[in-house]
């Protein structure tokens, strides 16, 4: 029957989309190591686990989030696809695991070819950065779902660690010592209260807006990646007992997942640098301090626990690593306490 429906007039288009994935293939191949094996164009990517004892394989999967509007607002984002890179391998870093192979998940309504190889660029430089291959992901058109020219993007990751060095923070003890790694801003998360303070969705100029804080623009600042921590991290993970990665629910919901029952983390105020956007946030939102500590990273991206007759190994081979804190034994209802 002529002048049927077809797939491209319910919005769908097969033939910009197989364009577009022959383009991404180009960019996974920079991250393909001889673990890789070819799959020809199959269904599933394929990688060869090898020089393992007894080996643990460690995942994680998160989406970048509201963060991704600001990215829309300004029409960039290969820094999005660095972050959903990077937070995923923090996740896994957490138990000591060496980062194998990554997916990615994008979805929009209208195929949009450039954005789309923007955010691909930004994930195979965090991959190419981590020694991380790109094997797979999916690209999705779906017409109907989202609001206008928004759009979702997630990744996968699979890592793996020898069982007898899997960190799980069961040795942390009494008076062991929290060291913290600086973030390299807000990360991925508070992005909906960065947004409500802001009204960035109301009013887009204000992220061209200027801090004397801030020696660029707001949006600049916000788009920021999340810094990738296993590179530097990957050399001290034999010297410590259990590592948070700060991320949604600030110091107070992140350190707590590797403290056995029983003990709290108590962190010095003023030991670390918090950074000016964070300040600039509490102060253009009336934020109350202890809502800042439960959202936002504060300037710690990673919180590392060890003895204390290790911090001095561990600084040694991380000088960007500050004492920041101690472990004790816990007195009252909260777990972290900040001051």
Same mark, same amino acid.
């Given at each position: 029957?002529?002048? $049927?429906?077809?797939?491209?007039?319910?919005?769908?288009?097969?033939? !910009?989309?197989?364009?577009?994935?022959?383009?991404?293939?180009?960019?996974?191949?920079?991250?393909?190591?001889?673990?890789?094996?070819?799959?020809?164009?199959?269904? !599933?990517?394929?990688?060869? &686990?090898?020089?393992?004892?007894?080996? %643990?394989?460690?995942?994680?999967?998160? $989406?970048?989030?509201?963060? &991704? +509007?600001?990215?829309?607002?300004? @029409?960039?984002?290969?820094?999005?696809?660095?972050?959903?890179?990077?937070?995923?391998?923090?996740?896994?870093?957490?138990?000591?695991?060496?980062?194998?192979?990554?997916?990615?998940?994008?979805?929009?309504?209208?195929?949009?070819?450039?954005?789309?190889?923007?955010?691909?660029?930004?994930?195979?430089? !965090?991959?190419?950065?981590? $020694?991380?291959?790109?094997?797979? $992901?999916?690209?999705?058109?779906?017409?109907?779902?989202?609001?206008?020219?928004?759009?979702?993007?997630?990744?996968?990751?699979?890592?793996?660690?020898?069982?007898?060095?899997?960190?799980?923070?069961?040795?942390?003890?009494?008076?062991?010592?929290?060291?913290?790694?600086?973030?390299?801003?807000?990360?991925?998360?508070?992005?909906?209260?960065?947004? +409500?303070?802001?009204?960035?969705?109301?009013?887009?100029?204000?992220?061209?807006?200027?801090?004397?804080?801030? +020696?660029?623009?707001?949006?600049?600042?916000?788009?920021?990646?999340?810094?990738?921590?296993?590179?530097?991290?990957?050399?001290?993970?034999?010297?410590?007992?259990?590592?948070?990665?700060?991320?949604?629910?600030?110091?107070?919901?992140?350190?707590?997942?590797?403290?056995?029952?029983?003990?709290?983390?108590?962190?010095?105020?003023?030991?670390?640098?918090?950074?000016?956007?964070?300040?600039?946030?509490?102060?253009? @939102?009336?934020?109350?301090?202890?809502?800042?500590?439960? %959202?936002?990273?504060?300037? /710690?991206?990673? %919180?590392?626990?060890?003895?204390?007759?290790? !911090?001095?190994?561990?600084?040694?081979? /991380?000088?960007?690593?500050?004492?920041?804190?101690?472990?004790?034994?816990?007195?009252?209802?909260?777990?972290?306490?900040?001051?």
């Amino acid at each position: 029957m002529s002048g $049927g429906h077809t797939y491209l007039s319910a919005g769908v288009d097969v033939e !910009a989309l197989s364009g577009l994935k022959e383009r991404i293939g180009a960019f996974a191949r920079i991250t393909h190591g001889p673990q890789v094996i070819d799959s020809s164009g199959g269904f !599933a990517g394929l990688f060869r &686990l090898e020089g393992y004892r007894e080996p %643990v394989l460690v995942s994680s999967t998160d $989406g970048v989030g509201t963060k &991704l +509007k600001i990215g829309s607002l300004l @029409g960039h984002y290969e820094s999005l696809g660095i972050d959903s890179v990077n937070m995923n391998l923090g996740d896994i870093l957490t138990k000591g695991a060496r980062p194998l192979f990554f997916l990615d998940y994008i979805s929009m309504g209208d195929l949009d070819a450039q954005r789309t190889e923007m955010l691909l660029r930004g994930i195979a430089w !965090a991959c190419k950065e981590a $020694g991380c291959a790109l094997i797979g $992901g999916e690209t999705a058109q779906t017409p109907g779902v989202y609001v206008e020219d928004s759009y979702d993007l997630a990744g996968f990751v699979v890592g793996v660690v020898e069982r007898d060095r899997l960190l799980d923070g069961s040795t942390i003890a009494e008076g062991d010592v929290l060291l913290g790694v600086p973030s390299s801003g807000v990360h991925t998360n508070g992005f909906s209260l960065v947004r +409500k303070v802001f009204d960035t969705d109301g009013d887009r100029a204000v992220l061209f807006r200027r801090y004397d804080e801030l +020696k660029h623009t707001l949006g600049e600042e916000l788009l920021i990646p999340h810094r990738a921590y296993y590179p530097m991290l990957e050399p001290v993970l034999p010297l410590i007992k259990g590592l948070a990665h700060i991320t949604g629910g600030g110091l107070a919901g992140n350190v707590p997942r590797v403290l056995p029952e029983g003990l709290e983390a108590r962190f010095w105020a003023g030991c670390w640098a918090v950074h000016p956007i964070f300040q600039i946030i509490q102060r253009e @939102g009336n934020v109350d301090p202890a809502e800042m500590y439960k %959202v936002f990273n504060m300037g /710690l991206g990673m %919180v590392l626990v060890c003895s204390a007759d290790k !911090a001095g190994e561990v600084q040694a081979a /991380l000088p960007e690593a500050r004492e920041v804190g101690e472990v004790r034994r816990q007195t009252g209802a909260e777990r972290v306490l900040v001051g």
